[in-house]
């Protein structure tokens, strides 16, 4: 342990690290819009929230009219594409 560090608490001293932003050119996922940053830094909830059931209606309201369907049993799943397939093989 060096001198400078010895009797300190870990992570006293030190802020939060924020990363400069970047135009990402490489492969894959890259360069988050600052609005999905923002909603990622809201405050979560539990899926039995009424918060989130009310989101969740409100998600199928929007899935039904871009699919064009009046189906009740209409809801998001997360999954690979392949998994759509799933139910209907």
Do not use: C
Not at 13 to 42: E, I, N, Q, W
Not at 66 to 84: E, G, L
Request: without cysteine; positive net charge; charged residues 15%.
């Amino acid at each position: 342990m060096s001198q400078s560090t010895a009797g300190r608490a870990p992570g006293a001293g030190f802020g939060s690290f924020t990363p400069p932003a970047r135009r990402l050119m490489g492969p894959g996922p890259s360069d988050v819009h600052p609005r999905v940053l923002a909603a990622m830094a809201r405050p979560t909830i539990g899926h039995l929230d009424p918060a989130f059931v009310g989101m969740m209606e409100e998600l199928k309201e929007l899935l039904r009219y871009a699919f064009q369907t009046a189906n009740d049993v209409t809801f998001p799943v997360w999954a690979r594409a392949q998994w759509a397939w799933r139910p209907v093989s």
